[in-house]
C-alpha cells in the first residue's frame, strides 16, 4: 500500500514535471519583445514560418504616446531574448522597463532612416518618430530586424533574410499602389488637415501638402487653445479643404468640432500610431498604408 502510494506520487511528479515544462515552453514561446504594433507587425513578417513569436507591449488602437509600462510589461522586456524598440522618443515608456528588468539586449529599429523634422508650438525643431509611414523606411526598419534577429537566433537566419526581402517587395508594390491611388486625387483637393503631426512622412512621399494640425504638436498630448481652433478654421475656409483627417486612435472631438463649424467632412478613422485589429486587413504596416491611402483619395476626390 506504501510503495503503491509512493509510486503514484512519482507519477503525479513526473506528469506535473511535464505539465510544468509544457506550460514553460508555451510563455517562453514569446521571445521578441517590441514596443509598439508597427514594429511588432514587421517583425512578424519577418519571423513567418519560425518558432519565433512576437509580442507587442502598446496593443492595436493604443496611444503609444500615452503609454506607461505595466509590472508585466517589466517581466515580458526582461524575459525576451530580444527587444525591438522604435525610438525617436515615441517609446521612451521602454526606458524605465529596461532599467527595471536590467534587460541589455535591445535594437532600435528605425536606425539610418533619414528623419523629417517637425516644428514643435515653441518654435524648436524636432525628430518626427512616424517614421512607417513611408514604405522606404519601413524597408530600413525590416533590414534592421533581420539583422537583430539573425545575431539572436543565428539558426533561423536565413529565413529571416528570405522573409525580409519577400516583405520589402511588398512594401515596393505597395508603394507603386499608393502612386497610384493618391495620384488620382485632383491637385486642387490634396490640402492635408490631420489630427496630430502623425502623417508627415507619408504626406512628403505622396506630394499631399500639410496646412495644419487639429493638434499643433508631434505628441498627441498638445492642448488646442480656442485661438487655435479658430486659427485652424480660418484655414481650412480660405484654402478650400475638403476634409479634416483623425485617427483611430485619437479622440476626434475637436476635429469633429472644427469639421462641422466649418461644413467639411471628417474622416476619423486613419491609422496614425496604429494598426488593426487582428483579421482586418490593416493588422499589417502595408495594409494600413493602402487604407489610408484610399480614404484619402476617397474623402478627397
Ligand atoms: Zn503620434
Request: aromatic fraction near 6%; proline fraction near 4%; include cysteine.
Amino acid at each position: 500500500m506504501r510503495h503503491n502510494g509512493f509510486a503514484f506520487a512519482l507519477a503525479f511528479a513526473s506528469v506535473l514535471g511535464a505539465l510544468f515544462v509544457a506550460a514553460c515552453s508555451a510563455a517562453g514561446r514569446v521571445e521578441v519583445v517590441t514596443t509598439t504594433v508597427q514594429v511588432a507587425a514587421l517583425a512578424r513578417e519577418v519571423t513567418k514560418g519560425t518558432p519565433v513569436q512576437v509580442l507587442s507591449l502598446v496593443g492595436p488602437g493604443v496611444d503609444p504616446h500615452e503609454y506607461e509600462v505595466s509590472p508585466g510589461d517589466v517581466q515580458q522586456v526582461g524575459a525576451a531574448k530580444l527587444v525591438l524598440r522604435s525610438g525617436i522618443g515615441l517609446d521612451a515608456f521602454l526606458d524605465r522597463a529596461l532599467t527595471s528588468s536590467g534587460q541589455k539586449r535591445v535594437a532600435t529599429v528605425t536606425e539610418g532612416i533619414k528623419l523629417r523634422q517637425i516644428r514643435t508650438e515653441q518654435g524648436k525643431t524636432e525628430d518626427d518618430p512616424h517614421v512607417w509611414h513611408d514604405p522606404a523606411n519601413d524597408r530600413v526598419m525590416v533590414e534592421n530586424i533581420v539583422k537583430a534577429l539573425g545575431a539572436t537566433f543565428p539558426e533561423q537566419a536565413a529565413t529571416f533574410q528570405k522573409n525580409g526581402s519577400t516583405y520589402a517587395a511588398k512594401l515596393d508594390a505597395t508603394d507603386a499602389q499608393i502612386r497610384q491611388i493618391i495620384g488620382a486625387i485632383p491637385a486642387a483637393n490634396r490640402k492635408m488637415v490631420t489630427d496630430h503631426d502623425a502623417f508627415g512622412y507619408f504626406l512628403d512621399r505622396y506630394g499631399l501638402p500639410f496646412v495644419g494640425a487639429v493638434i499643433p504638436n508631434v505628441s498627441t498630448q498638445g492642448d488646442t487653445s480656442a485661438k487655435q481652433i479658430a486659427e485652424l478654421q480660418d484655414t481650412v475656409k480660405r484654402e478650400g479643404v475638403k476634409a479634416i483627417f483623425s485617427e483611430e486612435s485619437v479622440d476626434p472631438r475637436i476635429a469633429r468640432e472644427i469639421a462641422k463649424d466649418t461644413n467639411v467632412q471628417i474622416v476619423a478613422d486613419l491609422y496614425g500610431d496604429s494598426l488593426g485589429k487582428p483579421g482586418s486587413g490593416q493588422e499589417t504596416v502595408d495594409g494600413m498604408l493602402l487604407y489610408n491611402a484610399r480614404r484619402i483619395a476617397e474623402a478627397l476626390k
